[in-house]
């Protein structure tokens, strides 16, 4: 029996989908997520354009803030246009090589976020809770060679994913369940064994990332419970909403992460609707809430922007 010749069982391109059994409705459905696609540029932008003119804001904190906002820029960016042309102009196909540089670019950028949400659990927890030695520890170099580790790990754990994912042979259908490009979805098109593929995955996302995650949760305890040593109630409640809101912020971006994951591996006979709600919550939700939840509600990056405002406001009445 003659090898299977791999490059003839490499697809030239593959189909995206779209939502099923509204296709007639893409051209409204694109409204809500070219707006929520839209305020994620804004708000991002924003926060790297004050964090980058304000001088003042050249701490850990903002700086490691300003790294979350370029993730979710790259996120956001990688996937959403090509979205849209799916709804607008039924741009439905993307080439194989197209198809795995946007895979490399999304997971790549949701586990260099997973590195800087880490990095910024770790700063609030050496500000409150050793706050003598902040300074010491959260140094300019050591912010810097956190970014850097977060690109280094996260290119190192998502480029053997791509690699044996490209040397697989695919048959049969092209058809994907979302309107993107994702490693768990691609590799169900596989005509092959795909233990490999799926062993590493699931070990990237539930040691690497799961174990971020339970890291970030284990600082913002510990800040809460040297939150609740403080003396004045309101201090207390002040700095609780703070880790609350955070707290529900990672756990927005860990739990579509780790549950499409799942979803895609072992929930195959689910409706094709609870992979793409769960899909878009993954790649839309934290780029929106990011600047929010640690931009807007940072009274330091409030007053920057309400500067900016007033100092245009009196340019424009001149």
Same mark, same amino acid.
């Given at each position: 029996m003659p090898p299977f010749n791999l490059t003839s069982l490499t697809p030239a391109t593959f189909i995206l989908a779209g =939502?099923? &059994?509204?296709?007639?409705?893409? +051209?409204? =459905?694109? +409204?809500?997520?070219?707006? =929520?696609?839209? %305020? %994620? /540029? /804004? &708000?991002? &932008?924003? /926060? /790297?354009?004050? +964090?980058?003119t304000e001088r003042s804001l050249h701490q850990p904190m903002y700086l490691f803030l300003s790294m979350l906002a370029i993730a979710d820029l790259m996120l956001s960016t990688t996937t959403v246009p090509r979205m849209l042309a799916l709804f607008w102009f039924r741009a439905g196909e993307i080439s194989f090589d197209a198809c795995l540089t946007q895979m490399f670019f999304l997971h790549f950028s949701f586990s260099a976020e997973s590195v800087i949400l880490l990095a910024m659990a770790f700063d609030r927890f050496v500000a409150i809770c050793y706050p003598l030695q902040h300074a010491a520890v959260l140094t300019q170099s050591v912010v810097v060679k956190t970014g850097l580790v977060a690109l280094l790990r996260s290119f190192c754990i998502i480029f053997p994913c791509i690699f044996l994912l490209k040397r697989l042979p695919f048959c049969g259908s092209r058809l994907l369940s979302h309107s993107f490009c994702l490693h768990q979805d691609v590799m169900n098109l596989v005509c092959a064994n795909t233990t490999p593929s799926v062993v590493y995955g699931l070990t990237a996302i539930l040691l690497v990332m799961g174990l971020d995650a339970v890291l970030i949760c284990l600082s913002y305890i510990l800040i809460l419970k040297a939150v609740l040593r403080l003396a004045l109630w309101k201090e207390r409640l002040k700095a609780f909403s703070t880790c609350v809101a955070r707290i529900c912020l990672v756990l927005a971006f860990y739990v579509p992460l780790i549950g499409l994951s799942v979803v895609h591996r072992f929930g195959k006979d689910l409706a094709p609707l609870v992979h793409i709600t769960m899909g878009n919550i993954y790649i839309l939700v934290p780029a929106v809430l990011n600047p929010i939840i640690y931009g807007v509600r940072t009274k330091q990056i409030q007053r920057r922007i309400l500067i900016s405002i007033k100092i245009s406001d009196d340019r424009a009445a001149h």
């Open positions: =939502i099923p &059994g509204m296709e007639k409705s893409h +051209i409204w =459905i694109s +409204i809500p997520f070219c707006s =929520i696609y839209l %305020a %994620a /540029l /804004l &708000g991002n &932008g924003v /926060l /790297l354009f004050v +964090i980058r």
